[in-house]
């Protein structure tokens, strides 16, 4: 059985950095995608930064560029967030997603790709 764990959010100063983690455990195969996904109230389910294991292939949302780093260690069974200079609308439920589906670059974002879900934790950015 596939389980995500997120941890890490918070409450923190505009400005300021937070690290996300995401414990990964049941995945045995060695093509997937991993992405962090955000949630505004109010708002759809977006994807921040996700990435193919397959190719290495890496999407970033334009809100996210030079901002935010996903990565993840090398047995893959724990990936991060850094995301460094935060701003009030950053603020939103953040979480961890993986998929089998490994899908192309242009689908790494969508939120239908992906088939298990961590229990999202909250992020609050204050001005």
């Known amino acids: 059985e596939v389980q995500l764990q997120a941890s890490g959010g918070g409450l923190v100063q505009a400005g300021g950095s937070l690290r996300l983690s995401c414990a990964v455990s049941?995945?045995?195969?060695?093509?997937?995608?991993i992405g962090w996904f955000r949630q505004a109230p109010g708002k759809d389910r977006e994807g921040v930064p996700c990435?193919?294991?397959?190719?290495?292939?890496?999407y970033y949302a334009d809100s996210a560029k030079g901002r935010f780093t996903i990565s993840r260690d090398n047995a893959a069974v724990t990936m991060h967030l850094q995301m460094v200079s935060l701003k009030p609308e950053d603020t939103a439920v953040y979480y961890c997603?993986?998929?089998?589906?490994?899908?192309?670059?242009?689908?790494?974002?969508?939120?239908?790709?992906?088939?298990?879900w961590g229990q999202g934790t909250l992020v609050t950015v204050s001005s």
């Open positions: 997603a993986a998929t089998s589906k490994n899908p192309v670059l242009s689908a790494l974002s969508d939120v239908v790709m992906y088939d298990f």
């Open positions: 049941g995945f045995t195969r060695d093509d997937y995608a």
């Open positions: 990435i193919s294991s397959k190719d290495g292939s890496a």
